[in-house]
């Protein structure tokens, strides 16, 4: 059975999380003379001279009224890199514990596991279609085993991976499991957050980076059951997202109708990219995508790379990560960018 304090650090059961002068006092009107900040206002205008909301409930209650998912279950991170990092943080004893992962995959799994001094199985997707591979992942786990990532749709090989499957580890697992849909907007399927109410060691990771455009405000979203977002909240920096990250993240979300139409025209690019890129005797592979990008098989990645670069067009060499050898991930761009991609391309 799933019980979260068994797989809590012990140093963070026992914690007593600092409390800020935000935390202690949560009106909006006042004489603010509580936090040491200035009380002129700021060169930077606006109201940067006042901390942030700590718990970012304005944003909260707009991603809730999106998501469907109430507003105790939503975890805001300063990208979803904080998310996963906490949860090294919160579950994993260093030097003691493990988590498993599923190469190929997103890195920030196995460099926040370094971080952290935490040990790393790796059960590699399964090479012909990039599907989990159960048995192994399973056959894997064992009693210092706390959290394993799924990714989903994947980064880099683009694919989502089968329900069943997860369910059988959600199923069979004492410990988290992480299902990180940075790009689940782009996918022909739903999110599993509808998951959340049945399974307690579900966490489900998205981001604003993706799809709605704002890598650069960096928030990353967590939801979970209250108890595990509890955790989170308890041992987050007090105010871990910036006033200005926060306003412009609100204002942008009324956008729900414009982010949809970028969607779809993604989407449609991807497809576009894929028939023209397969016309060339270089491809010899283009992996299916439920995502904005695309990762292709190539007789030459490290040439293709370079001629690229030197026509100002960047894209990832994944040549040399397991089971991607021969690989390059292409983005998907605006119509024109993917149409000088393979104009390039046609006089390599
Ligand atoms: C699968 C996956 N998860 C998470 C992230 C990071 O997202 P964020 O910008 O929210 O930190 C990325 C970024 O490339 C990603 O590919």
Redesign the pocket.
């Known amino acids: 059975m799933f019980n979260l304090e068994n797989i809590l650090r012990p140093n963070i059961k026992n914690l007593v999380p600092y409390s800020s002068a935000r935390d202690e006092f949560k009106g909006k009107e006042g004489i603010f003379l509580d936090a040491n900040e200035n009380s002129f206002g700021s060169p930077a205008k606006k109201n940067y001279n006042r901390y942030p909301d700590p718990l970012q409930l304005d944003l909260k209650e707009k991603i809730s009224k999106i998501k469907g998912v109430p507003v105790q279950n939503i975890f805001l ?6 998310a ?1 990092d906490i949860l090294f943080r919160a579950f994993c004893n260093p030097e003691k514990d493990n988590v498993i992962i599923c190469p190929p ?2 890195g ?1 799994y196995e460099v926040s596991a370094n971080i952290n001094d935490v040990t790393v199985i790796k059960a590699p997707l399964t090479p012909e279609n990039f599907q989990l591979d159960l048995q192994n992942i399973l056959k894997n786990i064992n009693s210092k085993t706390k959290l394993i990532f799924i ?1 989903c749709p ?2 880099p090989t683009g694919n989502g991976v089968k329900w069943d499957n997860v369910k059988q580890i959600l199923e069979n697992f004492n410990g988290l499991v992480v299902i ?1 849909e ?2 689940i907007n782009f996918a022909s399927y739903r999110s599993l957050i509808a998951e959340l109410v049945n399974y307690p060691n579900l966490v489900i ?1 998205q ?4 799809a709605w455009g704002m ?1 650069g405000l ?3 979203m967590a939801f979970a059951s209250q108890q595990i977002i509890d955790v989170f909240n308890k041992i987050k920096p007090p105010y871990n997202i910036n006033v200005a990250s926060q306003q412009l993240a609100i204002e942008a979300l009324e956008n729900v109708e414009q982010i949809n139409d970028w969607i779809k025209t993604i989407v449609k690019e991807r497809e576009k990219l894929k028939s023209e890129l397969q016309k060339f005797t270089f491809v010899e592979k283009i992996y299916p995508s439920e995502a904005n990008f695309l990762l292709v098989k190539v007789s030459t990645p490290q040439k293709i790379y370079n001629y690229l670069v030197g026509k100002n067009i960047v894209i990832r060499d994944r040549s040399k990560v397991t089971l991607c050898e021969g690989c390059i991930r292409i983005t998907i761009g605006r119509e024109e960018e993917n149409e000088k991609l393979i104009n390039e391309l046609k006089s390599i």
């Not at 991170?77 to 904080?82: C, I, L, M, Q, V």
């Open positions: 991170g300063n990208g979803s890199d904080e996963i995959t997103y920030m990714c994947n980064n990180d940075a790009y990771l981001t604003l980076s993706k890598a960096r928030i990353g």
